[in-house]
């Protein structure tokens, strides 16, 4: 199994900036539904990285107070650093210099807003009630769970608690997330979490609502390798009007279908889905928010992208292309699904795998010339049951971990003996 992969440590202004090892972070959140305001408080436990230097974490809201191991720090010493990815790729970097492998607590506490990040979604305050959905995305940089949580990147698993609270006057509201680890108050305004500790920042769903615009059906289903069954919670925003019977139906189809193809599934024993208006999808572990169009892929995104994670937000293409072939639909794909299409080597170059290792975002070529890439892998390895064999081989040597372009690229050439290494180089890297 491929190890998580931490950026290597980068000069800054002349301080070396070093990621570090979170080991759990503890969170409160307050949604004052009287003013509409929300303020959170964090703890980061973390150790510093394997070369003395400035941590880097990411916080997309605007620090108030700031405590490193019990003394106080100016809310000013925790900014925001360009350290040589792409324009919005910045990371908080501490301004204080740390021992290679300390254990440290940072806390942290801000307001919390609309995130600064590219797409990044308000909190949607109503009369007597409240919106709120992590809304995270592959696409743009820190759009996972630093726009709300003090957060490190992809690689760095932890453990996350959050307590969430509703004050003033307002409705019963319902929580949704991915975890067993849930306990409610009575009166639907006060939650408190913990998500399990394998976890990263692209993990954590969270969607918080009145409980009068949210409608949860619960089933199971048996699926193979595993003695239980799966709980599946398919729950609607009544916003749409969509067949929750008929989702849950196609949920429940495709979690035997996929643990049979591809392999087993390695999240915890519920299956989560909310069905929204918005067009878009996006996927967790073990769980997605999606429309009804978009649920398949984001069901199969359990397998590949959360069930195997990519170890830098940089291997992310590989997911998107691979599941938009695997998934597609003529009517929103350029290609079929599983479709077979000889690439030669004499196309333009595509960049999917940016170059930075602190890069954070996954190209959006990778759902049109990625999946092209995999149409001629398909192809190359002589047809699309082949291509699906060997995938479904990868998935299995790397259940619940992370991996790496290189490690597929290493994957495909032992499965099919067959060098791709020419076609990572043009397709995947961008090199003509
Ligand atoms: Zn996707």
């Given amino acids: 199994m491929t190890q998580p992969v931490a950026p290597p440590p980068v000069v800054v202004d002349g301080r070396r900036v070093v990621p570090p090892d979170v080991e759990r972070i503890d969170a409160a959140l307050r949604f004052d539904l009287d003013t509409r305001e929300a303020v959170a408080k964090a703890t980061v436990h973390f150790t510093a990285g394997g070369q003395d230097g400035h941590p880097a974490l990411d916080l997309r809201q605007p620090v108030e107070w700031l405590r490193l191991d019990g003394t106080s720090l100016d809310p000013s010493a925790l900014p925001s650093r360009d350290l040589g990815a792409e324009p919005g790729a910045e990371m908080r970097v501490l301004d204080v210099s740390l021992e290679a492998g300390s254990p440290h607590r940072l806390e942290i506490g801000y307001r919390l807003e609309k995130p600064t990040a590219a797409g990044a979604e308000d909190i949607g305050w109503q009369d007597e009630g409240v919106r709120f959905d992590l809304w995270m995305s592959d696409l743009r940089p820190g759009r996972y769970l630093e726009m709300w949580v003090p957060a490190p990147l992809v690689h760095d698993r932890f453990a996350l608690s959050l307590a969430v609270e509703l004050l003033g006057k307002g409705r019963p509201h319902t929580l949704i997330a991915n975890t067993g680890g849930v306990d409610a108050a009575r009166g639907g305004k006060k939650w408190s979490l913990r998500y399990p500790a394998h976890f990263t920042s692209l993990s954590p769903m969270l969607i918080l609502a009145p409980s009068d615009q949210i409608e949860v059906r619960r089933s199971a289903v048996v699926i193979p390798d595993r003695e239980r069954s799966l709980g599946v919670v398919c729950a609607r925003s009544t916003d749409i009007d969509v067949d929750l019977e008929a989702c849950a139906a196609d949920l429940r189809a495709w979690l035997v279908y996929l643990s049979s193809r591809y392999g087993p599934w390695t999240h915890g024993d519920t299956f989560w889905a909310l069905l929204w208006a918005p067009e878009r999808g996006m996927e967790y572990d073990g769980?997605?928010?999606?429309?009804?169009?978009?649920?398949?892929?984001?069901?199969?995104?359990?397998?590949?992208?959360?069930?195997?994670?990519?170890?830098?937000?940089?291997?992310?293409?590989?997911?998107?292309?691979?599941?938009?072939?695997?998934?597609?639909?003529?009517?929103?794909?350029?290609?079929?699904?599983?479709?077979?299409?000889?690439?030669?080597?004499?196309?333009?170059?595509?960049?999917?795998?940016?170059?930075?290792?602190?890069?954070?975002?996954?190209?959006?070529?990778?759902?049109?010339?990625?999946?092209?890439?995999?149409?001629?892998?398909?192809?190359?390895?002589?047809?699309?049951?082949?291509?699906?064999?060997?995938?479904?081989?990868?998935?299995?040597?790397?259940?619940?971990?992370?991996?790496?372009?290189?490690?597929?690229?290493?994957?495909?050439?032992?499965?099919?003996?067959?060098?791709?290494?020419?076609?990572?180089?043009?397709?995947?890297?961008?090199?003509?």
């Fill in 287 to 432: 769980a997605t928010t999606s429309s009804v169009k978009a649920l398949e892929h984001e069901v199969f995104h359990s397998w590949f992208g959360r069930g195997v994670k990519p170890a830098r937000a940089a291997d992310g293409w590989i997911d998107e292309a691979w599941t938009t072939w695997a998934t597609s639909t003529r009517s929103s794909d350029r290609l079929g699904r599983f479709e077979t299409v000889e690439l030669g080597l004499d196309e333009p170059p595509v960049e999917l795998y940016p170059p930075s290792a602190w890069s954070r975002h996954t190209p959006l070529a990778a759902y049109t010339e990625g999946a092209r890439l995999f149409a001629g892998l398909a192809a190359l390895l002589g047809g699309p049951e082949r291509l699906r064999a060997a995938m479904a081989d990868w998935y299995r040597v790397n259940l619940g971990g992370f991996v790496t372009t290189n490690g597929l690229a290493a994957h495909l050439a032992a499965w099919s003996g067959i060098d791709i290494g020419p076609w990572w180089a043009r397709y995947v890297h961008g090199r003509g």
